[in-house]
């Protein structure tokens, strides 16, 4: 049967509705995917921003350190536990960002073991070596992995601090030094650096036979600095203490300290001296002082996306605006 003129016209129309309906969902896959992306390309944006704005607060906190250190160089020259620069943020609300809270501390690196110590005049220093062999039995890290630690750091920096021959030290000074690398595992120093120099203690993570318990055990207790430091005894843990000085217990180095921040600071080097009860000490060689020039800056920025880090090194010569050293962010 032939179709009549009125279906034909509504086969027209039908298609010409389907036509429509796909020109139309055509249309709605394209608009949802633009709008898909404009979103994407909104947050991206709100992202990106959130972090050039977290990243400034974050040198704020540079700044505000900075300031801190030097008010309170001016206002009492030993470096204590209870100075203006010890208070820590801790959640500090941002105004203006909505669930974003700071978080911020000075830590002193001279209460630590400076590991930069370990060399002198491109030998390694048999004084420093022992206290951080001593240092790694107090805090339980087996002698293979603390002869590991040493050996990475001193062939970084066989190079460092090098002086002419004829300042080179006495032929004993000079034994001791290589059986004190001998120690650690070197028959004999190269004479250029065979590595990069570490930073942080937390570079040692990438140092193959290195333990990542090793490097969490001594974060707390060692330090990296540019330059060979003092104690400083206002602001050192006992385990440190005890690890430098020969003779010093540790229980005898935790009653010290627990005198000590109950407000009986140590006022120069003769009183930490004298407090040890040590007979027949040679205080000229205990190297430990009661002020510091290094800090590390560790803050933190948590927002509702995500959180920004930073670290700062700041070296604080007493004389004008400490300056920062080196500055690492991150997420």
């Not at 620069?85 to 630590?112: A, C, H, R």
Request: net charge neutral.
């Amino acid at each position: 049967m032939m179709p009549t003129y009125n279906d034909c016209i509504r086969q027209e129309r039908g298609m010409a509705v389907i036509s429509v309906l796909l020109v139309v969902a055509v249309i709605a896959v394209l608009a949802s995917t633009l709008l898909g992306r404009q979103t994407l390309a909104i947050r991206s944006a709100q992202t990106e921003q959130t972090r050039a704005q977290a990243s400034w607060l974050l040198r704020g906190e540079v700044s505000r350190a900075q300031l801190l250190l030097q008010a309170e160089a001016q206002r009492e020259p030993a470096t204590r536990l209870d100075g203006l620069w010890n208070q820590p943020v801790n959640g500090q609300i941002i105004s203006g960002m909505e669930g974003t809270y700071l978080f911020s501390e000075l830590t002193d690196e001279q209460g630590k073991f400076n590991l930069r110590n370990l060399v002198d005049n491109g030998q390694v220093d048999p004084v420093e070596s022992a206290a951080f062999q001593r240092l790694c039995t107090l805090l339980g890290i087996p002698s293979d992995q603390a002869s590991l630690v040493a050996r990475r750091v001193v062939l970084s920096l066989v190079e460092a601090d090098r002086r002419s021959p004829s300042d080179s030290g006495q032929l004993q000074e000079r034994e001791e030094a290589v059986r004190a690398a001998q120690h650690i595992g070197l028959a004999s120093l190269p004479v250029t650096d065979q590595g990069p120099r570490l930073r942080v203690v937390e570079d040692l993570l990438g140092v193959p036979g290195i333990n990542a318990d090793t490097v969490t055990l001594l974060r707390p207790y060692t330090t990296i600095l540019p330059q060979r430091t003092w104690i400083n005894s206002n602001t050192a843990k006992a385990e440190v203490l005890a690890a430098w000085v020969p003779g010093l217990s540790l229980d005898r180095a935790r009653a010290l300290l627990q005198a000590r921040d109950s407000g009986q600071w140590f006022i120069n080097r003769g009183d930490f001296a004298n407090r040890l009860q040590i007979p027949d000490l040679d205080e000229s060689r205990v190297l430990i002082g009661i002020t510091s020039q290094w800090f590390r800056l560790s803050s933190a920025l948590k927002t509702p996306r995500t959180t920004l880090v930073m670290q700062a090194l700041v070296h604080d010569s007493k004389e004008s605006l400490p300056q920062v050293v080196w500055l690492r962010e991150g997420v």
